[in-house]
């Protein structure tokens, strides 16, 4: 019987595994494009320029068509891919 106490006696007094605290939260952040601190987006380069060169070819004005399009195909930042584009609406 004391076996039995004694066992029951060291079986409880161990140490108890901890629980590892939660790593702090992190507030997410919701900062907009600011030219001033280097955030940038896609709306910052050309594409907005192409976009409304497609625009003003479908509803009929060339001349603003082709005026979009040449400034893309001028831009620095321009990619690859957009300038291919603006160069094939322009070619048509």
């Known amino acids: 019987m004391r076996w039995l106490a004694f066992l029951l006696l060291v079986g409880c007094t161990g140490d ?10 992190i507030e997410p ?11 940038t987006t896609e709306l910052d380069g050309p594409a907005p320029e192409f976009v409304d ?4 070819e479908l509803t009929g ?5 082709r005026v979009g399009f040449e400034r893309v195909l001028a831009a620095p930042t321009a990619e690859g ?6 160069a094939l609406h322009l070619a048509q």
């Not at 901890?18 to 790593?23: G, I, N, R, V």
């Not at 060169?53 to 003003?56: F, G, Q, R, S, T």
């Not at 004005?61 to 068509?65: C, F, G, I, L, R």
């Open 81 to 86: 891919a957009l300038t291919g584009r603006a």
């Open 53 to 56: 060169a497609v625009l003003a």
């Open 29 to 39: 952040s919701r900062v907009a494009a600011d030219p001033s601190v280097g955030v």
């Open 16 to 25: 108890a595994p901890t629980a590892e605290p939660a790593p702090p939260f």
């Open 61 to 65: 004005d060339t001349e603003a068509a």
